[in-house]
């Protein structure tokens, strides 16, 4: 199995928010990404990135997502709401159901990621949000609403602090 194929798997496996219905709407989308070419460099779970990118390809939003050309891109189709300033919440569908994460865009054309585990939280708090964990599916939390998602990742974000980087964007050129 190679390296990214395991990060990958431990990152889908660390546990996640999720919903059987997109909860970023075309509508609501929001498209802070530039268009162009990226290199895409993923951490392991100890914070260490990789010594160098796993994947490069041209990025381009096309309708209400983000899409590559260039095979295995690993965020095909995420759409973006912003949460705060330069945080926004992800969407990326999976199977049937749609995953939920958080993205941090800067300006000089980097983009960072993190994947929230719903089990880093309290379970207090995913009470308040009216969360309830999946059953058989440990660590995999039901989000039905924007409002509750919007919430809950900005209380994740409160709760764990500065959050562990699970990849990393980076421009490096602009679209021909």
């Known amino acids: 199995m190679s390296r990214f194929a395991i990060v990958l798997a431990a990152l ?14 075309r ?3 929001e498209f802070p990404i530039a268009n ?4 895409h460099t993923p951490y392991l779970t100890d914070g260490t990135p990789f010594d160098q990118p796993m994947w490069r390809g041209e990025v381009r939003r096309r309708g ?3 899409h590559s050309e260039v095979v295995d891109f690993p965020h095909d189709n995420v759409r973006l709401r912003e949460l705060a300033p330069g945080i926004y919440a992800a969407m990326k569908p999976d199977d049937d ?3 939920y994460g ?3 865009i800067y300006p000089d054309g980097i983009i960072t990621y993190h994947q929230p585990a719903c089990s880093e939280l309290e379970q207090a708090l995913l009470d308040d949000y009216d969360i309830t964990q999946a059953e058989g599916e440990a660590g995999y939390c039901k989000v039905n609403d924007w409002d509750r998602l919007s919430g ?19 421009l490096v050129s602009e679209p021909e």
């Open 36 to 39: 162009g070419v990226y290199t």
């Open 102 to 104: 958080l993205v941090w």
């Open 97 to 99: 159901n749609w995953v």
């Open 27 to 29: 509508r609501a989308a």
């Open 152 to 170: 809950i990742l900005l209380s994740y974000l409160e709760a764990v602090g500065e959050p562990r980087i699970d990849g990393v964007y980076r």
């Open 64 to 66: 209400a997502s983000y």
């Open 12 to 25: 889908i496996l660390s546990g996640c928010f999720y919903s059987e219905r997109p909860l970023i709407t």
